[in-house]
């Protein structure tokens, strides 16, 4: 990671987090047999100052995608955080440019972990539309701007044709749905991992999602976070946390499947642990239905591996 508390990252294009010096070096000296970058800077107004912020100093290159406002969760009914129909998914990753033979580089604006949760999550978007050569910047445009010889740009994003409709191949298993949900709940078969604070989890907070599913744990994301490095903890002490979450199936949850993504991400990409998948409906979804169970109260103890 990009910070000195965490464990040097390698430099593969597969490598779920690539810190600012790699990439840096990436865009200096670019590598002929390597994949081209695709540079996608994701802040939002509410979350790192959106297209103004982007156009007053960016890495140079970088594609532009509102995390907010561009699609990359819709809304159904109440549900405020699904993933886009195929079509609109197609549409999107056409927009900004990805196209098979090029590696996706996330970058947030590093200041908050919800910036962390809109990386992780358009990550995981990226992933199930089966684009696996993708990478967060360890650290955002934080990390990048730490060192003063790095350049920026300025200016609008730059005006490209669309590339081809990307040719999707949905990667199921990365997702579960409310059917996945409700044989969780009966079967006990998957960890229902919630990764939201304790007041939401415990219904104390005032909010029609603070309600939590039957039967599951809590790992609130904040614990992932290092908030002096303004990233992911080291994998020494991210293992040490999600000891406690057992090795079968995890479906990771939250309100609206943002928050999740950061505790999804930790589990599948950093601990590499097979099973793990995000519940992007989350609360927002499952409590549109009211005779579907809801629980409150403090959370029972998490299933040992």
């Keep these: 990671m990009s910070n000195s508390s965490a464990e040097p990252l390698r430099t593969a294009a597969a490598e779920p987090l690539v810190a600012a010096e790699w990439l840096a070096d990436r865009l200096r000296k670019p590598d002929a047999g390597a994949p081209d970058p695709l540079v996608l800077d994701i802040r939002s107004v509410v979350d790192g100052g959106g297209r103004q912020a982007y156009e007053a100093a960016h890495i140079p290159g970088a594609s532009y995608s509102d995390y907010a406002n561009d699609g990359w969760r819709v809304t159904k009914g109440m549900a405020s955080g699904l993933l886009p129909e195929p079509a609109a998914l197609v549409a999107l990753l056409s927009r900004i440019g990805l196209t098979p033979r090029r590696h996706a580089i996330i970058v947030s604006a590093g200041t908050t972990v919800g910036d962390f ?3 992780a999550r358009v990550y995981w978007t990226l992933k199930i539309a ?16 730490r060192d003063a010889t790095r350049p920026l740009e300025a200016g609008p994003p730059p005006v490209k044709p669309p590339s081809p ?25 998957a960890v229902l991992l919630d990764s939201r604070a304790t007041t939401f989890f415990q219904g104390s907070a005032k909010s029609g999602e603070a309600l939590r599913l039957p039967g599951a744990v809590q790992l609130d994301h904040v614990a992932a976070f290092d908030s002096t ?43 590499g642990r097979p099973g793990i998948s995000l519940y992007d409906g989350s609360m927002s979804e499952w409590t549109q239905e009211p005779d579907r169970p809801v629980a409150v109260g403090p959370s029972e103890p998490a299933p040992q591996s």
């Excluded at 089966?130 to 955002?140: A, E, F, K, P, V």
Aim: glycine share 6%; proline share 6%.
């Design 165 to 189: 409709p990307y040719p999707i191949k949905l990667a199921p298993a990365l997702r579960a749905d409310v059917g996945a949900v409700q044989r969780a709940i009966a079967d006990r078969t």
């Design 130 to 145: 089966g684009h696996d050569d993708t990478s967060i910047l360890s650290g955002g445009m934080l990390a990048w701007g």
């Design 229 to 271: 490095a303004m990233a992911l903890k080291p994998k020494a002490e991210l293992e040490q946390l999600f000891a406690a979450v057992s090795s079968t199936p995890v479906i990771n949850y939250c309100n609206t499947g943002h928050q999740a993504a950061t505790n999804w991400f930790v589990l599948s990409e950093v601990l």
């Design 117 to 119: 949760s809109a990386a």
